[in-house]
């Protein structure tokens, strides 16, 4: 069992994590609470943007470098 977050506009769920896992599974859709302006306004500007996009990318992960130098 695993879970995403998505967001429902009146008439569809749209899924706004990545899904990796190719495999059939069932599904329980919750609704957790009803988006506010801001909300809206985050989710636009975030769609707009490829600021996430070096998660998409091993070599960017410099963080993992920073513990690897610190053994």
């Known amino acids: 069992m695993f879970a995403l ?3 429902y506009d009146g008439k569809s769920v749209q899924i706004t994590d990545r899904i990796t896992n190719k495999k059939r599974y069932k599904v329980v859709i919750t ?3 009803e988006m506010s302006e801001v909300d809206e306004e985050l989710r636009d500007f975030s769609a707009q943007t490829d600021g996430m996009d070096f998660w998409d990318h091993p070599e960017e992960d410099i963080y993992q470098d920073f513990l ?4």
Do not use: S
Not at 68 to 71: E, F, H, S
């Open 5 to 7: 977050r998505g967001i």
């Open 31 to 33: 609704f957790i609470e």
């Open 68 to 71: 690897t130098d610190k053994k």
